[in-house]
């Protein structure tokens, strides 16, 4: 199984440039969520989508865009990338937000230079 | 709004030692309170969740956790521990919209021979 695949694992950018980090999941979840983890911050939520087409803000948006044209699909976009952004983003799935079990991908570890 | 706080960030263990991770969550409506494990360079996985019924919840690898209502407490609990329990631990709320879960900043559990 699959689960919840996200690429690159790794990336260096330098700042002002743009990047997209690609989430993908096999579960037929509608629910889908990207989480930035940082040291003694814990995961915050940056955006969520509760199905195609639906997106919304969470509590770190700014700087981050997404969109959700398929179930499987939930990419997080960089505009301009800023140094604030180094990170450890998190992308994760579920049937339900805050009832079911939230199935996490590996991480992407951004660096912006 | 609904919040969590870990009390400690780092717990230091001896193997079979009992250990307590501590989290205490604020929340006016009722909860759905979850603990998540993140082992080194991975995504996060379920430990246990609460969601209703008996206080006392049972989750993967021996661990356990006790809902605490009056004290607003849900922590998470070991007999005895491994070496292959290190790990950051992560408390979480469902928020009061129902659309994502609040993280705590973590606790990382380090257990030594």
């Known amino acids: 199984n699959a689960g919840v695949t996200q690429t690159p694992k790794f990336q260096v950018l330098k700042t002002g440039q743009s990047m997209t980090l690609q989430c993908a999941q096999d579960?037929?979840?509608?629910?889908m969520s990207w989480y930035r983890q940082d040291p003694g911050m814990g995961l915050r939520l940056i955006h969520y989508?509760?199905?195609?087409?639906?997106?919304d803000q969470g509590e770190v948006p700014n700087g981050y865009n997404v969109s959700r044209s398929t179930t499987e699909d939930f990419p997080l976009r960089l505009l301009s990338a800023a140094p604030s952004q180094t990170s450890v983003y998190f992308c994760?799935?579920?049937?339900?937000?805050?009832?079911?079990?939230?199935?996490f991908g590996e991480g992407s570890r951004l660096t912006v230079l | 709004a609904q919040s969590v706080t870990q009390l400690d960030s780092q717990v230091p263990v001896f193997e079979e030692a009992p250990v307590e991770l501590r989290c205490n969550y604020s929340?006016?409506?009722?909860?759905?309170l979850f603990w998540y494990v993140q082992y080194p360079n991975q995504g996060l996985q379920l430990l246990l969740k609460y969601l209703s019924g008996s206080t006392l919840v049972k989750g993967i690898n021996g661990f356990e956790a006790e809902f605490n209502k009056s004290q607003t407490s849900f922590h998470l609990r070991k007999p005895s521990v491994h070496i292959s329990d290190t790990a950051e631990y992560f408390c979480a709320v469902a928020n009061q919209a129902g659309t994502a879960l609040i993280f705590g900043k973590g606790t990382t559990l380090s257990v030594s021979s």
């Open positions: 994760a799935s579920s049937y339900s937000p805050t009832t079911g079990e939230l199935f």
């Open positions: 929340s006016s409506v009722s909860v759905y």
């Open positions: 989508s509760v199905g195609a087409g639906i997106t």
């Open positions: 579960m037929n979840h509608e629910y």
